[in-house]
């Protein structure tokens, strides 16, 4: 397949939701999407604040994973053994998303994708699909909406949501805390499940996300 751009698409704010939302969370073999890889995803699909769908996968890793990526997602070498092929998963996320359409009308939202999982991802349709996605125009990021209501920041109406998340996120702010376990805290989500497995982070994330959707829409 042969490398291709998705059309730009103007961005829609956080009071202008799209026809689907896709929350998504991924684990890694380490911190460098430059050398390392996604080892399990999960993706859930809502339409109008509601969840219409849900795909979640681990995904085989040719090395053995270090220890201190087992001792925090629980994840380890056995478990990736059932795994599916990294081609496998680019193809079914790719069409999950909807990113095979010509302009869909999505949003991809994530607690901190824009400084890591939309690195991963991206990588991950490139090197599998041989296509190089600007995300830019479809991202939501939980992390920056929570540390700009912290901040009390607002976005200019010129300017694109992303570009607002990742300057908020830029911003140097010592003490204000924005992870996924304090944004949950900050808006009152339960967490009940252990954090730092995919399908476990995207359902809190779901749920900031939600928690913002009520105050912003």
Do not use: W
Request: contains cysteine.
């Amino acid at each position: 397949m042969s490398t291709e751009y998705l059309p730009a698409v103007t961005a829609k704010s956080k009071f202008e939701e799209p026809a689907a939302v896709f929350i998504y969370d991924i684990e890694t073999s380490g911190l460098d999407h430059r050398i390392d890889q996604p080892i399990e995803i999960c993706v859930i699909k809502l339409k109008c604040g509601v969840e219409t769908g849900r795909y979640c996968s681990l995904i085989k890793y040719e090395r053995p994973l270090q220890n201190d990526i087992v001792a925090i997602t629980g994840i380890d070498d056995e478990m990736l053994k059932a795994g599916d092929m990294r081609s496998q998963a680019a193809r079914e996320i790719y069409s999950f998303i909807g990113l095979d359409e010509k302009s869909p009308d999505i949003r991809i939202c994530g607690h901190n994708i824009l400084r890591f999982d939309n690195f991963f991802l991206r990588k991950l349709f490139k090197e599998q699909l041989g296509i190089l996605i600007n995300f830019g125009p479809y991202t939501y990021d939980t992390a920056a909406q929570c540390k700009a209501e912290k901040l009390k920041l607002t976005r200019a109406n010129s300017q694109s949501l992303d570009r607002f998340h990742s300057h908020v996120l830029d911003i140097y702010a010592p003490g204000i805390k924005y992870n996924l376990l304090e944004a949950a805290r900050y808006y009152g989500v339960e967490v009940s499940k252990t954090a730092h497995r995919a399908e476990a982070d995207a359902e809190i994330t779901m749920a900031i996300y939600l928690k913002q959707r009520a105050l912003n829409f």
